[in-house]
């Protein structure tokens, strides 16, 4: 498939597509720095703590399947790699968790800081500098790692921008398998809307209230 089809593949055309949902995108930018700023650097602060960097970069599939690197404030242990392989070896029920799900609900590599940005979602702010060049959108799929392309069973992503909140995160983003990810984007693309970016945004602040995120 060529680059122009993965940009179009199953998507709704239309103007806000094309140039709203990007104007959309730099006004709540500038809207949120006034508040998300100071946020990211107290947070970023905090994380340094325990002698590691304040905010961890980690390669994703963007827009056309470009690789971006997509922030986040650190929440997990300096060395979080070699601990994931050795708790996986050792825990065939988590092993099997993973690889359905590509997460833990017990996962031993989050900080006791970690923990609680990630019940907020609020270690995910630093995205908004990927929104505001361009690698993602404030609605739209969650991006993925490289290494999860193949277990991704869907086209629709690679024809938008990743999403810092989309349909999956404030739906199931805690009970469904990683593969159902694909139903949630596909269903996106074919309905995208201001209208429907408006409102996954306002159950994205009542997912943050309650805390619910992991």
């Excluded at 997990?76 to 825990?91: F, G, I, K, S, T």
């Excluded at 392309?149 to 024809?159: F, K, Q």
């Excluded at 074919?190 to 943050?208: E, P």
């Amino acid at each position: 498939m060529s680059a122009r089809d993965l940009m179009t593949a199953g998507t709704r055309e239309g103007f806000y597509v094309r140039r709203g949902k990007r104007a959309l995108d730099l006004l709540l930018c500038l809207l949120t720095l006034p508040v998300a700023g100071p946020l990211i650097l107290a947070f970023a602060l905090l994380a340094r703590l325990d002698g590691g960097p304040g905010f961890y970069g980690q390669a994703r599939v963007g827009r056309g399947g470009k690789l971006f690197k997509c922030w986040k404030v650190r929440t997990m242990v300096v060395d979080a790699d070699d601990r994931l392989d050795a708790y996986l070896a050792a825990n065939p029920e988590a092993k099997r968790e993973w690889e359905v799900a590509q997460k833990l609900r017990n996962d031993p590599r989050i900080t006791t800081f970690g923990a609680f940005l990630r019940t907020t979602s609020l270690d995910e702010l630093p995205q908004l500098w990927n929104i505001f060049v361009g690698d993602m959108s404030f609605v739209g799929p969650r991006p993925f790692t490289p290494v999860q392309t193949d277990i991704y069973n869907g086209m629709s992503y690679y024809a938008l921008r990743p999403g810092l909140t989309g349909s999956w995160q404030v739906g199931a983003r805690n009970d469904a398998s990683f593969a159902t990810r694909a139903i949630h984007d596909s269903t996106y693309a074919r309905r995208v809307s201001l209208w429907l970016d408006l409102g996954i945004l306002l159950r994205t602040a009542r997912v943050v209230l309650e805390r619910t995120g992991r």
